[in-house]
């Protein structure tokens, strides 16, 4: 077995790094080896409680900055992420195990949240109303809430983090960022740039933790908002109790996402795109498509054929392999959780069609899995109902467009959805129908751009407002509107009056 020198992290608090002071720590794992590389400390509640104390300190400060100079800082930062893009790829090669190549997409796309949020002077303009009755005039103001928090998963260790939070500073709040415990190193690295950018201490703090920090900041009083990322059954528990505690509470949860086949869809088109929407990233993206649902018995015959054909050329590898398709999963765990979806599914009577159980690996303790398709999946199996996280993908043949929509519109999740088809028709019906969030038309993986809105229907996202775009300015601000009157002394008529003007 490969051996690493374990480093022990810390915090990020207040402009410089901090040892964790609670003495719990988590392992940290380089996947594509399969071994420890770090220590990172869970905070404790008392620990959490003196970070929301400095964070407020730098809300006090930034918040007083005019939205010009906060956007001199912005512009250093987006210069500092474009040029330590290789440094950062490969730490989120290395703790989370995507090929390098994939972690330079999420950082470009990180990268499309910053320039959004460059555009903080223009989305904090208010609408002003010139004399309204009585000479008064009426504006509102957008102004930021103070400290807010975000709770990040593993999977995506910079975009996600980024596309949550760096809307929230830009807007004058200062944030408090708890990136996921498996992936901390890029996390730590990215608060570093932002000091270099020239933000102030305690705008933008990394507490590294588990529930006991995640709760901590929940039930502060001076958290005022709270995003969060990751599974469904946390972001159900992360909504109620944070709206419990009266805060602003948004939480994106996971996904089972569809790509119907129509019969006059391009085969190849449909069987390239599902192979890199399915099984890229490790199939670890909330956005990953997971189900197939060709129509008719032809389409589904042709689809699988060139799919298993697809699927027998992927090579998985390091995440410095650069003719790996796609690396390693998070852990142990994850990967054995996939293992266990594929053997309920084959005990329920799916069709293994391609099985990527033992793939040939660079590492004989890296988590790997290859691809895996499981062909005649029904809707009663579980593998159908629920989210994998891993390189396990099914498909589900049904016969007509309007039954492949009403299924995907009772399933529980809503995140993302797609349609092959050459056929406007049936492209509209789709889209106008489809009780889903991110819809797509012949193409692979409809996740927005960052200056779109971003967020799943139903049981893949609970509390209100999205990811991404003009929303996060309203989910990060709140609204004071005025109506003045100014007299002019030559016209200095006062008298009382007990009605509503009318
Ligand atoms: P996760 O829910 O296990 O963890 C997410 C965050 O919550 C982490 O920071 C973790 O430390 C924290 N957490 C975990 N358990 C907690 C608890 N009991 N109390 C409080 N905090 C807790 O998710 P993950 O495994 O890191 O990420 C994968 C999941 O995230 C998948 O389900 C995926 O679909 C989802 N995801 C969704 C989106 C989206 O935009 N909808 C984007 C990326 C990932």
Aim: aromatic fraction near 8%; charge should be negative; charged fraction near 25%.
């Amino acid at each position: 077995m490969k051996t690493e020198q374990i480093v022990k992290l810390g915090h990020y608090i207040n402009g410089e790094t901090v040892e964790g002071k609670s003495g719990r720590y988590g392992d940290v794992y380089n996947p594509s080896l399969g071994v420890k590389i770090a220590e990172v400390p869970l905070a404790s509640a008392e620990e959490v409680n003196e970070v929301v104390a400095l964070a407020q300190k730098g809300f006090e400060k930034w918040s007083k900055l005019s939205v010009a100079r906060r956007m001199e800082v912005f512009h250093n930062f987006r210069a500092l992420l474009v040029e330590n893009t290789d440094k950062l790829a490969a730490l989120i090669g290395k703790e989370n195990g995507k090929t390098i190549d994939d972690a330079k997409g999420e950082i470009s796309r990180g990268l499309e949240s910053v320039d959004f949020a460059l555009g903080a002077p223009h989305l904090l303009k208010g609408d002003h109303s010139v004399n309204v009755g009585g000479e008064i005039n009426a504006y509102y103001m957008k102004k930021p809430l103070g400290v807010v928090t975000s709770i990040a998963p593993f999977n995506f260790p910079v975009m996600v983090p980024v596309a949550m939070s760096v809307m929230a500073v830009a807007v004058g709040n200062a944030m408090i960022l708890k990136p996921s415990e498996k992936v901390p190193f890029s996390a730590l690295f990215v608060a570093e740039l932002w000091a270099e950018a020239g933000l102030p201490a305690g705008v933008w703090n990394v507490v590294n933790g588990d529930k006991e920090a995640v709760d901590a900041l929940l039930e502060h009083k001076d958290v005022k908002a709270v995003s969060f990322v990751g599974s469904t059954p946390i972001a159900e528990a992360i909504y109620e109790k944070g709206t419990k505690h009266h805060k602003r509470v948004q939480a994106f949860g996971g996904g089972k996402n569809n790509m119907i086949i129509m019969p006059d869809a391009d085969i190849d088109t449909a069987v390239n795109s599902f192979i890199g929407a399915a099984y890229g990233g490790t199939s670890q993206r909330c956005m990953a498509i997971s189900t197939a649902m060709p129509i008719g018995e032809k389409t589904a015959d042709a689809f699988v054929a060139r799919l298993k054909e697809k699927i027998n050329e992927l090579k998985v590898g390091t995440y410095d392999d650069e003719s790996a398709d796609f690396g390693a999963l998070i852990s142990a765990e994850a990967k054995a959780n996939v293992l266990n979806a594929i053997e309920e599914a084959i005990e329920e009577g799916a069709v293994l069609a391609a099985d990527g159980r033992h793939p040939e690996v660079p590492h004989e303790e890296g988590f790997y899995l290859g691809a895996t398709l499981l062909d005649h999946v029904t809707p009663d199996m579980k593998i159908y109902k629920e989210e994998v996280f891993g390189p396990a993908r099914i498909v589900v043949r049904v016969n007509t467009l309007e039954e492949a929509i009403d299924l995907i519109n009772e399933h529980e999740f809503g995140n993302g959805v797609t349609i092959f088809t050459d056929s406007g028709s049936a492209a509209r019906k789709f889209t106008e129908n489809i009780e889903v969030g991110m819809v797509g038309v012949n193409v692979p993986i409809p996740i927005p751009v960052g200056y779109h809105n971003f967020g799943g229907w139903k049981r893949s996202s609970f509390g209100e407002g999205q990811m991404f775009g003009p929303d996060l300015v309203r989910f990060f601000t709140k609204r004071k509107t005025v109506s003045e009157r100014w007299f002019d002394t030559a016209y200095n008529e006062s008298k009382t009056d007990f009605n509503f003007p009318s």
